[in-house]
Nanobody, 129 residues
Framework: QVQLVESGGGLVQAGGSLRLSCAAS???????????MSWYRQPPGKQREFVAR???????TYTDAVQGRFTISRDNAKKTAFLQLNNLTPEDTAVYYC????????????????????WGQGTQVTVSS
C-alpha cells in the first residue's frame, strides 16, 4: 500500500520559516506516477482547508491566505512534495496534511494499479507570537 509521510513541522516564532516534506513510498512495488500533490491544514478547532497544489506538470495553485509567503514544489523522480513556509504568523498554526489525488503504481505482482485520494498522517506547525 502506498503511504505519504510528512515531516518538517515544529515550533517557530512569528516571522520565521519552515520547510515541510511529503514523501510517497510503497513497501512492495514501484510508484509509477503521482498526479496532483497538495497541502491542506487544519487549525485548532476548525475544519481542514486547502493550502496549495502542485500538478504533475508543474502548475501551482495557492489559497489567498498564503499567496506570496508559501511555495509548493515537487520532485517527481523522488516522489516528494515540499512546502516552504515563510513569514509565518500565529494564524498559520495547524496540522499540515499532504494529499495525492491519484497514484499509479506497479504492485508486487507487476500489475499496474491506480488508486485515488491518499493522505499523510499530518505534521504539526506551531507559530508563537
Amino acid at each position: 500500500q502506498v503511504q505519504l509521510v510528512e515531516s518538517g513541522g515544529g515550533l517557530v516564532q512569528a516571522g520565521g520559516s519552515l520547510r515541510l516534506s511529503c514523501a510517497a513510498s510503497l513497501a512492495s512495488g514501484t510508484i509509477n506516477s503521482i498526479n496532483d500533490m497538495s497541502w491542506y491544514r487544519q487549525p485548532p478547532g476548525k475544519q481542514r482547508e486547502f493550502v496549495a497544489r502542485a500538478a504533475r506538470g508543474g502548475t501551482t495553485t495557492y489559497t489567498d491566505a498564503v499567496q506570496g509567503r508559501f511555495t509548493i514544489s515537487r520532485d517527481n523522480a523522488k516522489k516528494t512534495a515540499f512546502l516552504q513556509l515563510n513569514n509565518l504568523t500565529p494564524e498559520d498554526t495547524a496540522v499540515y496534511y499532504c494529499n495525492a489525488d491519484q497514484i499509479t503504481y506497479y504492485n508486487s505482482r507487476g500489475t499496474l494499479t491506480t488508486r485515488t485520494n491518499y493522505w499523510g498522517q499530518g505534521t504539526q506547525v506551531t507559530v508563537s507570537s
